[in-house]
């Protein structure tokens, strides 16, 4: 959990620095969780690790794991594309 706590405090710092704001993420207490999604076809709840605009556009960002289902990965940045 700490390795992953590190790299979404990592992914912040990285996504303040190119000047998004309305930030919400994931397990970090001073900001809002970002809504979930289902996929469609399944019952898999996801949501995306960090949420934040910039431009008036709405980003999604997510930390891919190793350890991670291939095929919920895939689903997740195919839900992510559509968004």
Do not use: C
Request: cysteine-free; glycine content about 4%; aromatic content about 10%.
């Amino acid at each position: 959990m700490a390795e992953e706590k590190a790299a979404i405090d990592s992914a912040i710092e990285w996504v303040k620095k190119k000047g998004f704001s309305k930030i919400k993420a994931q397990h970090v207490e001073e900001f809002e969780n970002p809504s979930s999604f289902t996929i469609s076809g399944g019952n898999e709840v996801v949501a995306p690790e960090i949420t934040a605009v910039r431009n008036g556009r709405k980003s999604y960002f997510d930390i891919a794991k190793k350890e991670e289902d291939k095929q919920l990965l895939i689903s997740k940045w195919k839900l992510y594309e559509q968004l």
